[in-house]
């Protein structure tokens, strides 16, 4: 059953919560403040990093701005975990029905369809598949954090305070340490400023950007397109008008869009300075 169009004229789905969104934009800034900083010391012996650092006012002062980055990160991260719990307390009254709900994070077997589904779609073997709330790659995306934040953020920490760690770790658990914190913040950066970019604001339905994360909000037109089984259940319980909202004025819109690009360019900049010095300077 279609609801009216006519009766939510110029309403738009509120898809993330201003809570949401502010811990994302904490996100972007930290994570590029990280790249950037941890780029150039990774790749010190290249002309670009030496003039970045001395931008940035040296490489000691990227290094405070690069552990100020990890505490706002790590900070983030523990506000995510408890608004969880308090989330399941709240809405959900169990982790079973927040972890097996039909907008659960965890994948299920409609992910392994909706994969399945969309391989067959991109040869043209097959419909775009039913989306629901959270798409298959969406999950990988949000369980990344949770791994980048095991291990870089652990293996930093033993950078930071080594004289603490090894107390209580043999002292070569510091060079592996180093080691793997820049091998896996390289793949990191890679993975969000090439393939997560992609997914998020490089696809032909969303490109040149998807504004969704910035401003929370979709048209209804866009949800039915990009959500199709979430659209539908909304429908169906009766609960779509519940998520309708006002959208924000243009000059709101304007600048959370040059707040984006501004966060793309500098990614994919990064991700041209790492090629070039993987390719044409690497030591």
């Known amino acids: 059953m279609e609801p009216a169009q006519e009766q939510y004229h110029g309403l738009e789905f509120q898809r993330f919560t201003r809570f949401h969104r502010v811990l994302h934009i ?3 800034v930290s994570f590029l403040s990280l790249a950037t900083t941890g780029m150039t010391l ?8 030496r003039l970045l650092s001395h931008l940035l006012g040296g490489f000691e002062s990227a290094g405070y701005i690069h552990r100020f980055a990890a505490v706002a990160l790590i900070g ?3 506000t995510h975990v408890v608004n969880l719990f308090h989330r399941k307390k709240k809405e ?3 982790w079973k029905a927040l972890l097996t709900g039909p907008n659960t994070m965890l994948p299920t077997k409609k992910d392994l369809h909706d994969f399945t589904a969309s ?3 991109f040869l043209g073997k097959g419909d775009r598949p039913q989306y629901g709330r959270y798409t298959y790659w969406e999950k990988f995306d949000y369980f990344a954090v949770f791994w980048g934040m095991i291990v870089i953020g652990s293996t930093g920490l033993m950078l930071w305070f080594p004289e603490f760690f090894t107390r209580i770790i043999p002292g070569q658990w ?3 340490a180093t080691i793997v914190h820049s091998d896996e913040a390289l793949l990191a ?3 969000i400023f090439t393939v997560h970019f992609f997914n998020t604001h490089l696809r032909p339905e969303k490109f040149p950007m998807d504004m969704v994360i910035f401003t929370g909000r ?3 037109e866009e949800l039915k397109e990009d959500k199709p089984a979430e659209y539908e259940s909304l429908v169906k319980s009766g609960e779509l008008e519940k998520y309708l909202v006002e959208p924000y004025p243009e000059i709101v819109v304007r600048a959370m869009r040059i707040f984006g690009w501004t966060a793309v360019t500098i990614g994919i900049s990064i991700v041209l300075l790492i090629i070039y010095a993987m390719v044409f300077a690497y030591r």
């Open 76 to 78: 983030i991260f523990i």
């Open 174 to 176: 510091i060079n592996v």
């Open 42 to 49: 990774k790749f010190a012996y290249t002309t670009w990093a």
């Open 26 to 28: 904490i996100m972007i």
């Open 189 to 191: 950066a890679g993975f």
């Open 218 to 220: 979709m048209t209804i």
């Open 119 to 121: 391989m067959k779609w």
């Open 92 to 94: 959900f009254g169990s």
